[in-house]
């Protein structure tokens, strides 16, 4: 059973910095892109980045400069290093991960809450 579990949420001021994590646990055989989503209140899901398994990277516009994506793959854990926090990035972020475990599909984790406030 593959587990994905976030931590690194809270309160921030603008212009603030929070590192989310996302470890990966369970019988995994391999992963592959790795990513983070947002929804906002009253809003749709929608991609911030993502991370393929070689490294190649891609960000939300609205991200680009201030977000930083990044993974361990021995640790099976990917990063989101955000700076500049405004508060339009305040949303639920949550871990996707493109995982084979006998049979290959989409992960989610559970969401952790980022709120940008003075």
């Known amino acids: 059973q593959v587990q994905l579990v976030e931590s690194g949420g809270g309160l921030v001021q603008p212009g603030g910095s929070l590192r989310l994590s996302c470890a990966a646990s369970?019988?995994?055989?391999?992963?592959?892109?790795m990513g983070w989503y947002r929804q906002a209140r009253e809003k749709q899901r929608e991609l911030v980045a993502a991370?393929?398994?070689?490294?190649?990277?891609n960000y939300a516009d609205s991200v680009k400069g201030r977000f930083t994506i990044s993974r361990d793959n021995a640790k099976n854990t990917v990063y989101l290093q955000m700076n500049s926090l405004k508060p339009e990035d305040t949303a639920v972020y949550y871990c996707?991960?493109?995982?084979?475990?006998?049979?290959?599909?989409?992960?989610w984790g559970q969401g952790i809450q980022v709120t940008v406030s003075s």
């Open positions: 996707n991960a493109d995982i084979e475990y006998w049979g290959r599909r989409d992960y």
């Open positions: 369970g019988t995994i055989f391999r992963i592959y892109s």
């Open positions: 991370i393929t398994s070689g490294g190649n990277t």
